[in-house]
């Protein structure tokens, strides 16, 4: 990381480990979903992660104080609760916060399954896109166990052309996309899912471990909105 960059984020990275002091985060191994889940507040380097692109998937605001770009794995249980999370996030801040899917597959449906959600995009714009990728985390109980069948359904059923969409689904041409947006995240330092990094004006700082609970997200938020 360049000098500059550090100099941005280590301040907000102390901002939310004050937002965090006294919730009772620990450091452990992954938790049962719904606890507490750990985050570290180093500076790793994200030269590599882009700050929000005209292409980018997102819910709110684009041109929100606070911005959330969450590297997420359809397949993954803690990105499933994290995705709910953000729902309410979003919502709560009423256009002062915007959301950001990137990929960052893991388990080894993920990758078809984020091929489909690009597809879904590109015949519905935005708007399918987050239908499409709502429609994925309610119904698949993660790790692997979402049959590939349902994705065509899915399509169908938030109105997308099934045929369009199941010749864009075969010919894997946003696997190119996603292995970059996995690329990126890997290179910031990023272990595992959810992978989050939060941009406050010039700032930026990651959410480093996992599915922070409402609570968490809201301190940080709120203290981002104060000191950007």
Known sequence: MNKGNQSLA????????GALVGFGIYWSGRPTPGAPV?????????????????????LG????????????DTECPYCKIFHSTLHQIVNDYNGQVA?????FPVHQRSVKEGQALECAAELGGNNAFWQYVDKV??????????????????ATAIGLDS?????????????S????DRDAVVAAGAEG???????????????TQGALPYDAMKNIIDAALKNS
Not at 61 to 72: F, L, T
Not at 196 to 205: D, E, L, M, P, T
Request: one cysteine or more; aromatic letters at 10%; a neutral charge.
């Open 10 to 17: 280590i301040p907000l990275a102390i901002i939310f480990a």
């Open 38 to 58: 750990q985050t570290a507040v180093t500076a790793p380097s994200l030269d590599s992660i882009k700050p929000i692109q005209p292409t980018d998937h997102v």
């Open 61 to 72: 605001n684009p041109n929100a104080k606070v911005v959330i770009i969450e590297y997420s």
């Open 99 to 103: 959301w950001v899917f990137r990929h």
């Open 137 to 154: 985390f309610s119904t698949t109980n993660s790790n692997d166990s979402l049959d590939p069948a349902l994705l065509p359904q899915f």
């Open 163 to 175: 045929a369009k969409f199941n010749d864009c689904l075969a010919s894997d041409k946003y696997v």
């Open 177 to 180: 996309k996603i292995n970059a």
């Open 193 to 207: 899912t959810p992978y989050s990094i939060v941009f406050a004006g010039s700032q930026k700082a990651p959410i």
